[in-house]
T-cell receptor
Framework: GAVVSQHPSRVICKSGTSVKIECRSLDFQATTMFWYRQFPKQSLMLMATSNEGSKATYEQGVEKDKFLINHASLTLSTLTVTSAHPEDSSFYIC????????????FGDGTRLSIL | AQSVTQLGSHVSVSEGALVLLRCNYSSSVPPYLFWYVQYPNQGLQLLLKYTTGATLVKGINGFEAEFKKSETSFHLTKPSAHMSDAAEYFCVVSDRNNDMRFGAGTRLTVKP
């Protein structure tokens, strides 16, 4: 089946650091990738949708300059949390969808980000 | 506009008992419906999906769900719970543009 690889799985870093998270589709071309944030014991909150070769579409309330998204190829999207602070600590999950109809999103295993 | 309501944030069953996780949706267009499972500190794994065709959908790990348009429901069932089924389950509705809306999730606990 389709596989989405997300890396790293866990990051612990100091406040003020920028952190990059990668999301790769391993066996299909992902025309669209999604980035979610999940708070403890809550559902997923969509942060942004990225389409290959174009700017990401951010959900209301998500800071574009804080969460930089790049979707440079059909198999790779990156999320960079810039100048991270403790309130950015969370579980971040990416998903990818190929261009065919009726296809579900396939999710990465998530990244646990802890800002000290 | 689409939305999903999962009835019961926490469901507890005994091992071997029937699992029933409830999901009702609202959609202005024919929906795509999904159930995903999330194990601790992991991403989401697709259990099953309904797009068109047969309304009873079978998924992995013995789960199935039935799309009932008249009831706007897509409840998830499994005849006999196993300890390894303990996880968080999300019902998701999507339109053709893949705008997915997640339910709040239901945590399934399986007692020995």
């Amino acid at each position: 089946g389709a596989v989405v690889s997300q890396h790293p799985s866990r990051v612990i870093c100091k406040s003020g650091t920028s952190v990059k998270i990668e999301c790769r589709s391993l066996d299909f071309q992902a025309t669209t990738m999604f980035w979610y944030r999940q708070f403890p014991k809550q559902s997923l909150m969509l942060m942004a949708t990225s389409n290959e070769g174009s700017k990401a579409t951010y959900e209301q309330g998500v800071e574009k300059d804080k969460f930089l998204i790049n979707h440079a190829s059909l198999t790779l999207s990156t999320l960079t949390v810039t100048s991270a602070h403790p309130e950015d600590s969370s579980f971040y999950i990416c998903s990818a969808r190929d261009g065919r109809d009726n296809q579900p999103q396939h999710f990465g295993d998530g990244t646990r980000l802890s800002i000290l | 506009a689409q939305s999903v309501t999962q009835l019961g944030s926490h469901v507890s069953v005994s091992e071997g008992a029937l699992v029933l996780l409830r999901c009702n949706y609202s959609s202005s267009v024919p929906p795509y419906l999904f159930w995903y499972v999330q194990y601790p500190n992991q991403g989401l794994q697709l259990l099953l999906k309904y797009t068109t065709g047969a309304t009873l959908v079978k998924g992995i790990n013995g789960f199935e769900a039935e799309f009932k348009k008249s009831e706007t429901s897509f409840h998830l069932t499994k005849p006999s719970a196993h300890m390894s089924d303990a996880a968080e389950y999300f019902c998701v509705v999507s339109d053709r543009n893949n705008d997915m809306r997640f339910g709040a999730g239901t945590r399934l606990t399986v007692k020995p």
